[in-house]
C-alpha cells in the first residue's frame, strides 16, 4: 500500500513531470515534422508550376516581340536595297518561326 508521504511526493511531483512529458512528445514529434518540411520543399505545388509556366510564356513572348521589331527592321532595310539586311531578315524569320507555339525546336 502506498503511504501518506510517497502518496504526497507523487503529487507535488506531477507539476515537475509536465515538461517531461512535453519534452518526449515533441522527441518523438519530431521526426515526422522533419520529414513533413522535406516534403514540402521537394515538391512543388500546382500553383507554383502555374507560376513558372507564365513566367516562362511571358519570356517567350518578350523574345518574341524583340525578334518580330528586329524583322521588321530588317526587312524595311532589305526593301531599301541593303543585302545584308535581307540575310538578317531571314535569320530573323527563322528565329521567329523556332519560337512560335507549336513549334518542336525548343531554345
Known amino acids: 500500500m502506498i503511504t501518506r508521504p510517497a502518496?504526497?511526493?507523487?503529487?507535488?511531483?506531477?507539476?515537475?513531470?509536465?515538461?517531461?512529458v512535453r519534452t518526449v512528445a515533441s522527441v518523438?514529434?519530431?521526426?515526422?515534422?522533419?520529414?513533413?518540411?522535406?516534403v514540402d520543399w521537394t515538391t512543388?505545388?500546382?500553383?507554383?508550376?502555374?507560376?513558372?509556366r507564365g513566367r516562362q510564356l511571358r519570356k517567350q513572348e518578350e523574345e518574341r516581340g524583340k525578334l518580330d521589331r528586329q524583322y521588321q527592321k530588317h526587312?524595311?532595310?532589305?526593301r531599301a536595297g541593303t543585302e545584308?539586311?535581307?540575310?538578317k531578315a531571314r535569320d530573323d524569320y527563322s528565329d521567329i518561326q523556332a519560337l512560335s507555339p507549336g513549334?518542336?525546336?525548343?531554345?
Open 7 to 20: 502518496l504526497i511526493l507523487a503529487i507535488a511531483a506531477v507539476p515537475l513531470l509536465s515538461g517531461c
Open 28 to 38: 518523438v514529434t519530431a521526426p515526422v515534422r522533419v520529414a513533413g518540411k522535406a
Open 44 to 52: 512543388t505545388s500546382q500553383s507554383e508550376s502555374d507560376e513558372k
Open 75 to 78: 526587312l524595311r532595310e532589305c
Open 84 to 87: 545584308s539586311s535581307c540575310e
Open 103 to 107: 513549334s518542336y525546336q525548343q531554345r
